[in-house]
């Protein structure tokens, strides 16, 4: 299966996508730091990402006719500061939106499927409007904007479309779902909301949803409180566990007097993905790439980091400063320090074998933006997964039609 990636950054989605099962025929992202880094891995021979057709520019000026070949996916998240909760909300009128292109580009394409992901600021209802129209615009490519027209109008115009049911079966439609998402659900140790615009185009007939989520906060409280399954694995001696914070106090008791665990994996945490990393300042973290210490964290209003048996909040790529802290572990007795890029990799789920180029706030910026690698790969699995019981399905009747004829 061939797929083509925009908007790669230093490639987290790019390589859910590879691990999936997809070839890249291009790989597109204008960032001269994230294609430096996808560069550094491929001299350095990282497999993942060896043979990616990696091209610095932007989307809109890549010459698309040179893709030959039919492709089953197109993948990507478009720029989200026009949507992010940090940003200046301008969406339609700031000109960093590439959802306009994106469409652009499925319109050229034709792709099978494409996967889509952006901010939960998007679904805001300052943005609902403009939302709808995005949804729109992936489901009739082909009735794109006319000159001088205003989104709104276009937007009118697509309603209209939709339905009136005339573009169904005659012209390029996707049938397309879009789905708010928690990475903590899904065995990344992180609060990441993002959504995922999935479609499928029309004519191929497939029915899709998000696949259900395999961790949970409950199962994570049974096993640190209950059982304390979470600091047996974790090796934790009982001396330096911390308290039962009040708040789950009453979720515990519910716990405990269930007659079985919940169904689900526990959420990871931040502990669990730092797992086995020195500490930053030691001798030993000199011998680990990416993993160098980074002074200046410290705890005021509105910046209180990531408690350590929590799954981190969202990684984020501020340039003047993190909101909420972020991108700042806390430890047990209240101590707090920046995280290393290693450990914001393995947050990411990025494997240790993927190395960052650039400063600590260049490379954190990277990090902040990019897709973990192990959701992309849960999203873009099942994509295939459709895509090749499709293919099996009309090779099957393709057949049985050949053995009636004869």
Known sequence: MKAVELFAGAGGLAMGVSLAGFEPLAIVEWDKWACDTVRDNQTGGYPLVADWPLHEGDVRHFDWTSIDESVDLVAGGPPCQP????GKHKAHDDSRDMFPATVDIIRRLRPK????ENVKGLTRSTFANYYQY???QLEFPEL??????EWFDHFLRLQAERTSGRQKGKKLTYNVTATLVNAANFGIPQKRERVFIVGFRSDLKIDWSFPRSTHSHERLLHDQWVSGEYWKRLKVPAGKRPTMPASVAAKVRKLALAPLPPDSLPWRTVRDAI???PDPQSAAAKKIANHRFQPGAKVYPGHTGSPLDLPAKTLKAGDHGVPGGENMLVNPDGSVRYFTIRESARIQTFPDGFLFHGSWTETMRQLGNAVPVALGHVV????????IRKEMQLVAETLHHVRGVA
Request: proline share 4%; no cysteine.
């Open 83 to 86: 949507f992010s909760m940090g």
């Open 113 to 116: 499927a494409f996967i889509v």
């Open 134 to 136: 995005i949804l729109l």
């Open 144 to 149: 794109p904007s006319r000159k001088n027209e």
């Open 275 to 277: 797992e086995g990393l």
């Open 380 to 387: 873009a699995r099942s994509v295939a997964e459709k895509l």
